[in-house]
């Protein structure tokens, strides 16, 4: 009955994003990978690179849009669904193992937590991981005895479909398999006990085999198993480097305690253990589903550490809500007017959703990805008007976006040039061949402080350089000089933003005129 209130609340609170049309990684490779399924209806991608991600969100995508058309309107409709089943997922988590004050709590926070409020209108594969993966928690830290029996199959479900959503997801069930075979081992005096985690232990690993099943389709049909070898580098093999892995742990270890004001409920939460519980003593999380919990954060944390190239956020997204299920229940045993810490951390994360930290950080962690999306929207809309034909300098996304007129940015594709970025070294391999292209659409590719604001992340640039691929984007009157193009448009995202914010994100059109060698020859008679 709570699910129609969690789904109408996530679809009006993103009401004004629902028609904005496809971002990075949705048009880079989820979009298109579910629209290949849906036009012909191959597991493979054919128009993008096939990655070998499991193919679970092409296949829901694709039978939704036979019910709402390939809009952009009905797949984020399809996500605020998919994003209230998971808060569900959260209520009923934290309600067997709390109150149902500190449930309400823990899924008001999740649902306006500004990683998770951009996610729950993002066609990424992360959103429907994290539903699956918070659903399986759900049954497994659910021990009452009546269901025991119905929830060891039902988390074996819904691990496995969270596995066929986003390979990664498979963290969580190996872990918890993992900890109940340790389990099985430390208490082999209690029959009943060890029956019970008997019990656990298949239901766990069976996850395995879907994805199993999947990568021997994948190699049989591309010969790669884990997708093309360069993704597999970029993702894996190139991240096993004692330093980088390292650095990934303090970094993971950020985005889980402080990022976009995670700071604010996990330092009141450390505080108030410092205060004597209130009297009377109010229910706590019972000790084995707290070691459970802190089994599945620990094991997130080391894999997203050494796994992704990328350390993007949204990876440990079904994480997030245990965090915040475990500050909740902490307030509230430890502080009798808990509420008004809940109340602030809210603030937090309400003014995070506009507000960006001083520090660089990527633009779908909040409504930075709006920003971007506008910028580049009005930009191909100038291309489209002023120079139809042309031939267009850029970097992805803005190719695929560009290339792909069903990503909802042009009617018709429009011819490009690719770079990989826009800092110097990018700029001066375009200069080289100057009659490639007729116009240049340069934009920042992440979102950081602007050079007169504070930047926490300044002195890492030369790591983050290093192992992350960080780099600075030139400036459009940087660009322009060394192309030797004229800037006939640029606006910052201050001039489309509620809130102003420094103008972090930005998007420019360069128009350069060709002088171009023309003769004229008589026809050829025959």
Known sequence: MLYPLFFVTVYLSHYRLLRLPYFWDEAGYYIPAAWDFFRTGTLIPQTTTTNAHPPLPSILLAAWWHLSGYVPSGTRTLVCMVSGAALLAVFKLARNLTTNAVAAVAVVLTAIYPVWFAQSTLAHADIFAAAFTLWGLAFYLDRTEPARNRNVLLAALMFSLAALSKETAIVTPVALGLWEAILLLRERSEPIQQRLHLNWLPALLVPILPLVAWYGYHRHKTGFIFGNPEFLRYNATANLNAHRVA?????????????????????????????????????????????????VLFANWIAFSVLGGALLTRYLLPMYPLILLLCAATWHRHLRQWWAIAALSAAAFLAGIWINPPYAFAPEDNLTYRDFIVLQQHAIHLID??????????????????????????????????????????????????GSYDVALIFSTKWEPPANRINLGRQNESTDTKYFDFHRDLSPAEVATLLHGDVVWQAHASSIRFLHDGGGEWAALLHFPRIVEAALAPPNKR
């Open 385 to 434: 008007q002023r120079y139809p034909q042309a031939t267009v300098l850029t970097a992805w996304p803005a190719t695929s976006e560009l290339n792909r007129p069903e990503l909802g940015y042009t009617n018709h594709p429009v011819r490009t040039v690719a770079i990989q970025n826009f800092a110097s070294d990018e700029i001066q391999k375009a200069a080289a061949d100057p």
């Open 247 to 295: 650095l990934c742990l303090w970094h993971r270890l950020l985005h889980l305690t402080t990022h976009m004001n995670m700071f604010v409920p996990v330092v009141c939460a450390i505080a108030v253990l410092f205060i004597p519980v209130s009297s009377p003593s109010p229910p706590t999380i019972a000790k084995p589903q707290l070691r459970a919990i802190a089994v």
